[in-house]
T-cell receptor, first 114, second 110 residues
Framework: GAGVSQTPSNKVTEKGKYVELRCDPI?????LYWYRQSLGQGPEFLIY????????DSGLPNDRFFAVRPEGSVSTLKIQRTERGDSAVYLC????????????FGPGTRLTVL | QKEVEQNSGPLSVPEGAIASLNCTYS??????FFWYRQYSGKSPELIMS????GDKEDGRFTAQLNKASQYVSLLIRDSQPSDSATYLC??????????FGTGTRLQVFP
């Protein structure tokens, strides 16, 4: 079956602009995770959804970052007033209900803030 | 102290040798441990998970866990050039999110 998909694959924006990154999880997976990976680093947790609600948003760096999952499937990560330090690969992962240990990652969105 | 620590490498081994990758973690409440492989420009791919002390073998891969020493390792036997990648150690401390190390870059040369 289809894996986790993310769009766009690349996004270049200017400092101060607003961006939206989309994640489409594996069908039937109730848990969805957003991570951010900077060059030379491991993925860093941002936020985790169980169904429609954010179960843990402790990794969001500040209030410029927000994520939604209104119907419990597709999720959108929203970044306001982008800064150059936001440049990274944003990874989405999903897992089946009750199996947080099996997270399948999408290909990521490479965000570049000029 | 970082929650999950790995040597960034690169670790260079000849083809056919055993590659040994190491990881330490700080939270004694950690419950699950994972090794992900990440090729350059690609997303992480789960290759091994381990939950209890001891060894777990899957093909050419063996994961080792020592909770008393807070240490996880990955052994790759008969290393191949196609194993060249960054290997990420990850830990679930019971909150359903994964805490990753910075990764160790492995280079297998012919």
């Amino acid at each position: 079956g289809a894996g986790v998909s993310q769009t766009p694959s690349n996004k270049v924006t200017e400092k101060g602009k607003y961006v939206e990154l989309r994640c489409d999880p594996i069908s039937g997976h109730t848990a969805l995770y957003w991570y951010r990976q900077s060059l030379g680093q491991g993925p860093e947790f941002l936020i985790y959804f169980q169904g429609t609600g954010a179960a843990d948003d402790s990794g969001l760096p500040n209030d410029r970052f927000f994520a939604v999952r209104p119907e419990g499937s597709v999720s959108t990560l929203k970044i306001q007033r982008t800064e150059r330090g936001d440049s990274a690969v944003y990874l989405c992962a999903s897992s089946p209900a009750g199996d947080a240990d099996t997270q399948y990652f999408g290909p990521g969105t490479r965000l570049t803030v000029l | 102290q970082k929650e999950v620590e790995q040597n960034s490498g690169p670790l260079s081994v000849p083809e056919g040798a055993i590659a040994s990758l190491n990881c330490t973690y700080s939270d004694r409440g950690s419950q699950s441990f994972f090794w992900y492989r990440q090729y350059s420009g690609k997303s992480p791919e789960l290759i091994m998970s381990i939950y209890s002390n001891g060894d777990k073998e899957d093909g050419r891969f063996t994961a080792q866990l020592n909770k008393a020493s807070q240490y996880v390792s990955l052994l790759i036997r008969d290393s191949q050039p196609s194993d060249s990648a960054t290997y990420l150690c990850a830990v679930n401390i019971g909150t359903d999110k994964l805490i990753f190390g910075t990764g160790t870059r492995l280079q297998v040369f012919p």
